[in-house]
């Protein structure tokens, strides 16, 4: 499966963004997909994560109750919608999917084996 991330920009500090991921190749409803972020100073971490049988979804403490993830099957895209934008959430975001996700491994960069190119996300104070 192929992904395209987009919607990164400039916004300033409690602003919104929506990215999406598309998918193309296969079935994307069989994948689980999830978000990380990373920054030239940190390594890449987890921000949230969508189940393909439930669209349940978990989240990075961080984030929680700021950010949503959702998912339209039809259209095979991902999306996460980020609300009260901070400075620190400023990264490049990746998108990443992967059928074979559990409980256990779902916050986990290593899991994942699909990856888009990354959208900038920079937030202004």
């Known amino acids: 499966v192929q992904l395209q991330a987009s919607g990164g920009g400039l916004v300033q500090a409690g602003g919104s963004l929506r990215l999406s991921c598309a998918a193309s190749g296969r079935t994307f409803n069989m994948y689980t997909v999830g978000w990380f972020r990373q920054t030239p100073r940190k390594e890449r971490e987890f921000v949230a994560t969508i189940k393909w049988s439930d669209s349940s979804a978990y989240y990075a403490d961080s984030v929680k109750g700021r950010f949503t993830i959702s998912r339209d099957n039809s259209k095979n895209t991902v999306y996460l919608q980020m609300n009260s934008l901070k400075p620190e959430d400023t990264a490049v975001y990746y998108c990443?999917?992967?059928?074979?996700?559990?409980?256990?491994?779902?916050?986990?960069?290593?899991?994942?084996?699909?990856w888009g190119q990354g959208t900038l996300v920079t937030v202004s104070s």
């Open positions: 990443a999917a992967d059928r074979n996700i559990i409980s256990s491994s779902r916050t986990l960069d290593v899991a994942y084996d699909y």
